[in-house]
T-cell receptor, first 116, second 111 residues
């Protein structure tokens, strides 16, 4: 167990709807990263939050947005859902210290989103 | 832009065989490399992490090596078992603390 929990486990939405996925970080971690994993592919980096600020973004459109809260839990929001958004969404938390490059990311079990 | 490639895409072996999974990356400016295991429909389980200054890491029947200059890593699994059947993912961490993943090797170990 990594101590990172994601909810819900599964979700079914229709095209055009909006969805919010949640992640609870491991205790003491200050950074959360979100990844999208389409079927049969490796995870793709969406964005990262460090101390409640976005700290890097992958090649995803603005309709993918996030939040990190003071307790370091996090949300991923996706607006105007498209069929291609169907995927496993993974959250990873880590403790990033200034100038320390070796931070290890601990992954949750993921949320499987199906867009019909 | 970092790209990670894993070969082979799929592998089927009989139980007891030793096997090697390969991972290559295009940008050698990495902080670390990590091997993960993923069971069908599940999240990621970290197996081994190699810092950029290290050459290899071992855990039980698993051994991972890293040659940063040539952009290559291998995961060696000794005496494979049916329970080892899963998808194995290689990921490198570059600047910005983001992981770049390969597409994985799907391993089947037959009893």
């Amino acid at each position: 167990e990594t101590g990172v929990t994601q909810s819900p486990t599964h979700l079914i939405k229709t095209r055009g709807q909006q969805v919010t996925l949640r992640c609870s970080s491991q205790s003491g971690h200050n950074t959360v990263s979100w990844y999208q994993q389409a079927l049969g592919q490796g995870p793709q980096f969406i964005f990262q939050y460090y101390r409640e600020e976005e700290n890097g973004r992958g090649n995803f459109p603005p309709r993918f947005s996030g939040l990190q809260f003071p307790n370091y839990s996090s949300e991923l929001n996706v607006n105007a859902l498209e069929l291609d958004d169907s995927a496993l969404y993974l959250c990873a938390s880590s403790l990033v210290r200034f100038n320390e490059a070796k931070n290890i990311q601990y992954f949750g079990a993921g949320t499987r989103l199906s867009v019909l | 832009k970092q790209e990670v490639t894993q070969i082979p895409a799929a592998l089927s072996v009989p139980e007891g065989e030793n096997l090697v999974l390969n991972c290559s990356f295009t940008d050698s400016a990495i902080y670390n490399l990590q091997w993960f295991r993923q069971d069908p429909g599940k999240g990621l389980t970290s197996l081994l992490l190699i810092q950029s200054s290290q050459r290899e890491q071992t855990s039980g029947r698993l051994n991972a090596s890293l040659d940063k200059s040539s952009g290559r890593s291998t995961l060696y699994i000794a005496a494979s078992q049916p329970g080892d059947s899963a998808t194995y993912l290689c990921a490198v961490m570059g600047s910005g603390s983001r992981l770049t993943f390969g597409e994985g090797t799907q391993l089947t170990v037959n009893p």
